[in-house]
């Protein structure tokens, strides 16, 4: 797949090589990776939440974050010791959130080859 993108007059190409969409809840996660011009992979990472309007209508809200390859391993590895910290320290019933489902990703998962 590739997409056309017109930025400032200059045309910039995306091709996208893999996507998975991970549901959480009310959330999902999208992890999309892409290749520049010069076919350098890298991830982005969108987090959509359904958001409902008082009038009924929902609208989705979105965050996306950019990973190029040289900071895969520093990602991975901070990402890997907070989640771990979580697990080892969060205290018993303090999970206040309204949606219990967990999906556990592991980051190995995301790795581009």
Do not use: C, W
Not at 86 to 97: F, H, L, V, Y
């Amino acid at each position: 797949m590739e997409s056309t993108d017109k930025k400032d007059g200059m045309e910039r190409f995306k091709e996208e090589i893999f996507s998975k969409a991970v549901r959480a809840g009310k959330r999902t996660y999208f992890f999309d990776v892409k290749a520049t011009r010069k076919n350098e992979y890298y991830l982005t990472v969108t987090e959509s939440k359904k958001k409902f309007e008082e009038n009924g209508k929902f609208s989705y809200e979105k965050h996306k974050i950019f990973l190029y390859k040289e900071d895969f391993d520093k990602f991975a590895d901070g990402l890997a010791e907070v989640v771990s910290f979580i697990k080892a320290n969060q205290p018993a019933g303090d999970d206040d959130r309204d949606d219990k489902k967990y999906v556990n990703v592991e980051f190995e998962d995301l790795e581009v080859k």
